[in-house]
């Protein structure tokens, strides 16, 4: 792909393109000027083509191009289903599409401009049969036929005397020589050996250039495995267990800490969500039940939590450092974890992203990043290629002199072949004979010049006339072998007519029948379509009263069975019935409520004292503290006032 875009951009800058492209810029085109590129290309094959895409519609620029790439008989690759991708690539610009394209065209430009010259004059028109019934749009289609041969003929002729290389005159005096049939034939075998010559020598560079690669891409491969085990070499087995260790308690700390602890919190929530949809939908009185309920549990967890520091109890107080150091270590435990799977996730998106951008650079350029002794084995390389390029162009510089003295003397010659001339012309005008070697000349160049025309002359004027004779005798010839058809063709003519009057009868019976039967089916149709709307809602009532009547029986089974329960003498019975079961469950809450109720008279009858008893603490509490302050305080004062002493003392010394 890239050696195919390669050669599209260098074929562009060249003439008579121009465009000054490079790889990059060409292609970061957009699809329009992609599209704009290919019809510059098909406009020089085909001057017609000359037209801005964007003053014309999408599919007419398709059709366009789809019919000249036809002409020019360009075959897409793939089978018949991608023949619609093409098409469908080619009006949206895709570049997959229009590259192959691009290349195929600038490879063979010279062959196509001559082939879109050449369908010009002989795409043929296709004229209907009906139409060449008529005696005189046939004998012009047979003219226009016969002249399309002729151009096809001439053509040829002309191709062959431009590839020859020779003139009239040259040939003639050819024939002349012994032996010219076989010298023109060892020409013509030189020829092709020598063209034979350029395909082998074109064929041996390309499998240059691609043993190249394939050394490279050898080369290449073998660093790599010579990296792969240096690394496996350097690797001891001490390091790879412990590596192997981390990955193992990594592993089972996920699998049996972090996940099922994951696991139960996504399942309590699960649960909760369920109990949650399971109820049956709250009003507003419920939801103020439920806000009081809350408020009489969070008092009482309140109140517990003030027993519980009123206890004081030691032992809770350590266990609850230690649990609370767990839980911090466990918190930091689990966010280590987590950022070691995020940085694992980060390192595999990062190996994705290298992998896909060294497949890009190897689908752009062909090769891969270089790296270490690759690339300084390249540097050595790009030296050796300077040092060489350095000698050619110290070479071509010795040319470009050599060539200057060349043109200088071809100068000081064309000076001194005037001065000769000049000394002639003055000797001519001493002798009086002046001008007499320019008109020598002159006469011998209009003598040659004369009998080269007046052969010509005479040659075009027998060829003329042995061509109207055999254009004469083939029209004579066409005449009368087309006589004895012509007859045939009037009486089918009437035959023809005949059938067509008895075709239009028929068919005009046949409409009226058509007409009648698509009348009643649609009747039918109707009357069909009334039935099975009835049929449906008939169905639809039928499986309502069936479901009906079922709940209607699983209802009336239900209050049988609690009549039986009730009634029955047998306890256990009496026990499973619903009256029983509700009467249970009221008086188990009432009992509830009870204790609840005495509950809160304790409680309302110790709020006062527990009060009072609190802010006993809590003055406690600030008394200690202010003692703890004074204390301190003192503590400070007497250190200040032994250090005061200290320093006098010192002073009384010196």
């Known amino acids: 792909m890239s050696d195919q875009i390669k050669f599209i951009v260098d074929n562009l800058n060249k003439e008579p393109f121009k465009k000054n492209y490079n790889l990059i810029t060409f292609d970061s085109l957009e699809p329009m000027q992609l599209l704009q590129v290919l ?22 620029t398709a059709k366009r191009m789809l019919s000249l790439l036809g002409i020019l008989k360009y075959k897409p690759p793939g089978n018949a289903t991608d023949m619609s991708t093409f098409r469908q690539g080619l009006v949206i610009g895709s570049k997959p599409v229009i590259y192959p394209v691009l290349h195929w065209l600038l490879q063979r430009t010279s062959e196509l401009k001559k082939r879109a010259y050449l369908a010009r004059f002989l ?15 046939a004998d012009t289609n047979k003219q226009y036929e016969e002249l399309m041969e002729a151009f096809k003929t001439l053509h040829k002729e002309c191709e062959q005397l431009k590839t020859s290389g020779f003139s009239t005159a040259e040939i003639r005096k050819v024939e002349t020589v012994q032996n010219h049939q076989r010298m023109l034939k060892i020409a013509r075998q030189l020829r092709v050996e020598k063209e034979r010559e350029e395909f082998l020598a074109q064929q041996k560079q390309e499998q240059k250039n691609q043993l190249f690669h394939a050394v490279q891409r050898l080369q290449r491969v073998q660093n790599q495995l010579k ?40 399942k309590k929530e699960l649960h909760f969500l369920q109990k949650v949809v399971s109820e049956p939908a709250m009003d507003h009185s419920d939801l103020l039940e439920l806000e009081s309920k809350i408020n009489e549990i969070n008092t009482q967890i309140n109140q517990l939590i003030e027993k519980k520091m009123m206890r004081n ?50 689908e752009f350029d062909g090769t891969e990043v270089l790296k270490g002794d690759e690339f300084k084995r390249y540097v050595s390389k790009l030296r050796s290629k300077s040092t060489v390029f350095k000698k050619k162009h110290q070479i071509i510089a010795e040319f470009k002199a050599e060539f200057g003295l060349l043109q200088r003397t071809e100068e000081l010659l064309k000076q001194r072949h005037e001065n000769i001339q000049q000394q002639l012309q003055t000797i001519e005008e001493k002798k009086g004979i002046s001008g007499y070697s320019y008109t020598q000349e002159e006469l011998e160049r209009v003598s040659a010049l004369k009998s080269e025309v007046d052969e ?18 083939l029209v004579s010839e066409k005449k009368s072998a087309l006589a004895p058809v012509i007859k ?41 379509r009334g039935l099975r709307e009835e049929c449906l809602q008939e169905e639809s009532k039928y499986h309502y009263t069936n479901c009906m009547i079922k709940n209607l029986e699983v209802q009336l089974r239900r209050a049988t069975d609690e009549m039986k329960a ?9 026990r499973k019935a619903f009256r029983e079961q509700y009467t249970k469950n009221i008086a188990e809450q009432e009992n509830l409520g009870k204790k609840l109720r005495e509950k ?7 709020h006062g004292p527990n009060m009072k008893q609190a802010k006993m603490w809590r003055d406690f509490e600030q008394l200690m503290e202010c003692k703890k302050q004074c204390f301190l305080k003192q503590q400070s004062q007497t250190s200040i006032g032994q250090v005061i002493q200290e320093g006098g003392e010192d002073r009384l010394i010196l």
């Open 313 to 362: 109890e030691p032992i809770e107080g350590k266990l609850s450092l230690y649990r609370q150091q767990a839980s911090i270590i466990s918190r930091k435990k689990e966010a280590k974890a987590e950022e070691l799977q995020e940085a694992k996730e980060k390192l595999a998106n990062l190996e994705r992203e290298v992998s896909l951008k060294t497949n890009q650079t190897r």
């Open 227 to 266: 990296s792969m085990r240096h690394a496996a070499a350097d690797a001891k087995p001490e390091s790879l267990m412990k590596r192997l260790e981390e990955e193992i308690k990594f592993n089972s700390y996920m699998v049996t800490e972090k996940f099922p602890k994951e696991i139960e919190s996504k």
């Open 566 to 574: 009730y009634v029955s003498s047998d306890q256990q019975e009496k």
């Open 39 to 60: 019809n510059d290309v098909l406009a020089e094959i085909d001057p017609k083509q000359v037209v801005d895409i964007r003053e014309e519609m999408p599919e007419q």
């Open 456 to 473: 010509m002359k005479g040659r075009t004027l027998d060829d003329m006339s042995e061509m109207v004779k055999k254009l004469n005798s």
């Open 600 to 606: 809160q008279k304790a409680v309302r009858e110790s």
């Open 488 to 528: 045939e063709l009037r009486q089918l003519r009437q035959k023809c007519q005949e059938l067509t009057q008895e075709c239009d009868e028929k068919k005009s019976q046949y409409d009226s029948c058509a007409a009648g039967l698509e009348s009643n089916r649609s009747k039918l149709e109707q009357e069909v």
């Open 123 to 137: 795409i043929k028109l296709e004229v209907p049969n009906e139409f060449l019934q008529d005696e005189t749009v």
